[in-house]
C-alpha cells in the first residue's frame, strides 16, 4: 500500500486570532515531539517574513503527519479576510474541516465568512474552541454567540472541567468519561469518572447530542423513540449525517498550550471525516467528456496543485493532492491545461519546513514537487495514458486595484509580479487600457501589501503603489459646428484641405458615430475618410482636461478642396481642427466612471456604511436581508471607490467586505469637474486647437 491507513485530510480554518496555526503545532507535537515549537508557538509554520512581521498566516501551510497507525494530512488556513479564497482552495483538496474560535475571545462577527465559505464547500465539519486556558477564557459564552452570529445550532462534543487558567480536563459526551489532564505530559490524560461538579451539565448536553443525533436519521429516530439507547456507533453516524446537512455544528474543546482536547481532535477527525479513499474523483477527459474515477491506489494516478511558490534560488515548488492513484518516483505526468508531460524523478511529503522525501504516494496525501516546467495553482497532474481535467479551483472578482510602479523600471516590475501571479491565481495583473497604468488586482488591501512586500524579498524589486487613476471621459451636450481649414504653401506643392462639422451629442454608451452629408462632390471621395480619420485622431484628448470624448456624432456637411494641393494628411488635419474647434461650443462635460458595489455588513453597522457611502456620493440601489447581516447595492463613482477596502474594514472592525464591477459614466459634479480640470491642465495634458 501507498500510504498506512486510515487516511484524513482536513483544513483548519477561522478567523484571524483564533489560534489555527498554535493548534496545528499542538497536532504535530502529539504526532511527534520532535516536529514541533515545545513551547505552543508558530514560528516554524509562520515562515515566510511577511507573516512573522504580521504575526498571523498569510497563505495555506501543509502538515503530514502519522500518529497511532494513521496518517493525517492537513492544511493550516489563514484568517484574514483578504486571503479567504485560499481557504476555498484548501476546501476543495481536503474532505473536511475544523473551525478554530477562541474561548478568550468569542466569535464575534469575523467567524462569519469562514463559516459561509465552509458552508458552501459542503464539507464535513466540527468546530473546536481553542485557548481554554486564557483568563478571560467563558466556553458557554463562545458557544452562545457562535449560534448567534453564525445562526448554527452548537452540538457540543465535549464538556470543559473548569474552563480558564485553571482547566483540568474535558468530558468526552460520546463516551460518558472524563479526561483529566496529566500536567507531566503534553496532552496526556487520565480517563476516570466524570467530577460530580460537572456531571449534571455534562448529562444535559449528551441528551441534547442524542436527540440531535437520532432526529438526524431515521432509523435512529425510531430507536430513540421506543427509548433504546444509542451506542457511540449509532450516536456518530447521525452526527455524521446531521453534520451533512449542516442542521448543527459539532464543538469540541481545545487548549494548544497544554495539550488538553488536543489528541482528541485527531480522533474527532478519524471519527466524523471520511477516510480519503471514500472519494470520488470527478472530471472531464480531454474531449470534454465526464469521467469519475475511484480514490484508490490501484486507478490511475491524478492529482490537483493547491498551492506553488518560486523560490529565487529553488525555483518552482508545487504542492499537491493525490487524489486517485499512487505517484511513484521517475514517474511521467501529463498536465492537461498545457499538454505536456514531464517526468518526476524526486517527490516529498510536506513537513512545513522541512521535507522527507518518499517514493510514492497514495490517495489523500500531500506532496512536494520540485522544478516542474509549467505547472501552476489549480492545475491537474495525471497519467499521460488516462487524461483527466478536475474542476479548477475557485474565482472569484478583484475587488481591490493598485497602480504599480517599478522603481528599476515597469519592465522587471511587471517580470516579477507575473511569477508572483503563477503562485497566487486570486491576483491579477492587466494593463488599464483606458489609462495604460499597470494594475495589480487582489481580494483586499493587505493582500496587494503582501504581494508587493514578497516581491521586493524574493526578486530585490521595489514596488510603489498608487490608487489607479480613474478613466475619465468628456462628452458634449449641445449642438455645434465649426469649420477646419489647413492651407499651406512650401515653395512646391502645398497642402489645402477645408471641412464643415456639425457635433451633435448621443445618448451615454453610444460612442462615436461619422456621418458623410457631402454632396455636389464638394469633397471628392477620397478625403472623405481622411476627414473621419482626422476627426477620430482628435477624440483621444478632449479640450476640458485631455480625456478621450466619446457619445456624439459629427457630421461632415460641407467642404472645398484644391485640384493640386489637396491630399489626404491637409484634410486629416483639416477635420481635426473642425472638431476640435467645434467641439468647445457644444458645452462638454467630464464624465466619470460609476461603479457598481454589493457590500455585505453586520446589521450592527448599516448605518455607520450607510452614511461613508453617501459621503463618498453613491446611490443606494437597494439593501437585502441575509441569513447573517445585510447585502447594500449601491452605484459609486469609481474615484470614491478606490479606498474602500480599507475604510470599509475600519468601519466593520475587518468583518464587512465587498464586490465590484464596473457600470457605466455618469457626469462629474461642476465643482468636482472643475478640480480635476485645472490639475490636468497645470499637469499640461491640455492642449489648445493649432491653426
Not at 491576483?427 to 494594475?439: K, N, S, W
Request: charged fraction near 30%.
Amino acid at each position: 500500500m501507498a500510504t498506512p491507513r486510515p487516511i484524513r485530510t482536513f483544513s483548519i480554518l477561522g478567523p484571524d486570532g483564533a489560534g489555527k496555526t498554535a493548534l496545528v503545532e499542538a497536532l504535530l507535537r502529539v504526532a511527534d515531539s520532535r516536529r514541533a515549537a515545545p513551547d505552543g508557538s508558530t514560528a516554524r509554520l509562520d515562515a515566510e517574513p511577511e507573516e512573522k512581521k504580521r504575526n498571523f498566516t498569510l497563505s495555506l501551510h501543509p502538515e503530514s503527519f502519522e500518529e497511532g497507525g494513521r496518517s493525517f494530512h492537513v492544511l493550516d488556513c489563514p484568517g484574514f479576510a483578504a486571503f479567504l479564497t485560499e481557504v476555498e482552495w484548501a476546501l476543495q483538496v481536503t474532505d473536511g474541516a475544523i473551525l478554530a474560535i477562541a474561548a478568550a475571545e468569542g466569535v464575534h462577527n469575523k467567524a462569519e465568512r469562514p463559516y459561509d465559505v465552509l458552508a458552501e464547500s459542503g464539507r464535513p465539519a466540527f468546530a473546536v474552541v481553542t485557548r481554554l486556558d486564557g483568563e478571560s477564557a467563558d466556553a458557554q459564552r463562545t458557544l452562545a454567540d457562535l449560534e448567534a452570529s453564525l445562526k448554527v445550532r452548537p452540538l457540543l462534543l465535549q464538556v470543559p472541567i473548569h474552563p480558564g487558567p485553571r482547566c483540568r480536563g474535558l468530558v468526552d459526551l460520546l463516551a460518558m468519561r472524563a479526561h483529566l489532564h496529566d500536567p507531566k505530559g503534553f496532552a496526556r490524560f487520565t480517563e476516570e469518572e466524570i467530577p460530580p461538579d460537572v456531571r449534571e451539565e455534562a448529562e444535559r448536553q449528551r441528551s441534547a447530542l442524542v436527540e440531535a443525533a437520532a432526529e438526524s436519521d431515521d432509523e435512529l429516530l425510531g430507536k430513540y423513540l421506543d427509548g433504546a439507547a444509542l451506542d457511540e456507533e449509532e450516536l456518530l453516524r447521525g452526527l455524521r449525517a446531521g453534520t451533512a446537512a449542516q442542521r448543527f455544528l459539532p464543538v469540541a474543546m481545545a487548549c494548544a498550550k497544554s495539550g488538553i482536547g488536543v489528541h482528541e481532535l485527531l480522533e474527532l477527525a478519524v471519527k466524523l471525516f471520511p477516510d480519503a479513499t471514500a472519494r470520488e474523483v470527478k472530471g472531464k477527459d480531454l474531449r470534454g467528456a465526464e469521467v469519475t474515477r475511484r480514490a484508490d491506489v490501484a486507478a490511475p494516478f491524478c492529482g490537483q496543485v493547491f498551492k506553488t511558490t518560486i523560490d529565487h534560488f529553488a525555483g518552482r515548488i508545487d504542492y499537491l493532492r493525490v487524489l486517485s492513484g499512487t505517484l511513484k518516483a521517475d514517474a511521467t505526468v501529463m498536465n492537461p491545461r498545457t499538454r505536456s508531460e514531464e517526468r518526476v524523478p524526486h517527490f516529498y511529503r510536506t513537513d512545513g519546513a522541512q521535507n522527507v522525501e518518499v517514493k510514492e504516494a497514495g490517495p489523500g496525501e500531500f506532496v512536494v514537487l520540485v522544478k516542474l516546467k509549467d505547472a501552476r495553482t489549480g492545475d491537474t497532474l495525471c497519467d499521460p495514458a488516462e487524461p483527466i481535467v478536475l474542476p479548477e479551483l475557485s474565482r472569484h472578482t478583484r475587488p481591490v486595484a493598485y497602480a504599480v510602479h517599478g522603481k528599476g523600471g515597469d519592465d522587471k516590475a511587471a517580470a516579477a509580479l507575473h511569477k508572483v501571479v503563477e503562485e497566487d491565481p486570486s491576483l491579477e495583473l492587466i494593463r488599464a487600457p483606458d489609462t495604460g497604468e499597470m494594475l495589480l488586482q487582489g481580494m483586499g488591501q493587505a493582500h496587494i501589501e503582501v504581494t508587493v512586500e514578497r516581491v521586493k524579498r524574493k526578486h530585490g524589486i521595489d514596488i510603489s503603489l498608487s490608487p489607479p487613476t480613474p478613466a475619465y471621459l468628456e462628452t458634449i451636450t449641445a449642438p455645434a459646428k465649426a469649420q477646419g481649414k489647413f492651407k499651406r504653401q512650401t515653395g512646391g506643392h502645398g497642402q489645402y484641405g477645408d471641412a464643415h462639422v456639425e457635433l451633435s451629442p448621443k445618448a451615454r454608451g453610444e460612442g462615436f458615430e461619422f456621418e458623410d452629408a457631402i454632396v455636389g462632390g464638394a469633397i471628392p471621395r477620397q478625403f472623405i475618410p481622411s476627414v473621419e480619420k482626422g476627426i477620430r485622431g482628435a477624440l483621444a484628448a478632449g479640450p476640458l482636461a485631455g480625456y478621450p470624448v466619446v457619445d456624439f456624432k459629427a457630421k461632415l456637411v460641407y467642404g472645398t478642396y484644391h485640384d493640386v494641393d489637396s491630399s489626404d494628411m491637409a484634410f486629416q488635419v483639416a477635420g481635426s481642427l473642425a472638431f476640435k474647434k467645434a467641439v468647445v461650443e457644444a458645452r462638454p462635460i467630464l464624465l466619470e466612471p460609476i461603479v457598481r458595489l454589493e457590500v455585505h455588513v453586520p446589521e450592527e453597522y448599516v448605518g455607520a456604511v450607510l452614511g461613508d457611502l453617501n459621503s463618498r456620493r453613491a446611490k443606494v440601489q437597494g439593501m437585502e436581508p441575509l441569513a447573517r447581516g445585510v447585502l447594500v447595492r449601491a452605484l459609486c463613482p469609481h474615484a470614491e471607490a478606490m479606498t474602500y477596502d480599507a475604510d470599509l474594514r475600519s468601519l466593520t472592525q475587518g468583518v464587512g467586505y465587498f464586490t465590484v464591477e464596473r457600470s457605466h459614466y455618469e457626469p462629474v459634479p461642476p465643482p468636482i469637474a472643475q478640480k480635476i480640470i485645472e490639475r490636468r491642465r497645470a499637469e499640461g495634458k491640455v492642449k489648445g486647437v493649432e491653426e
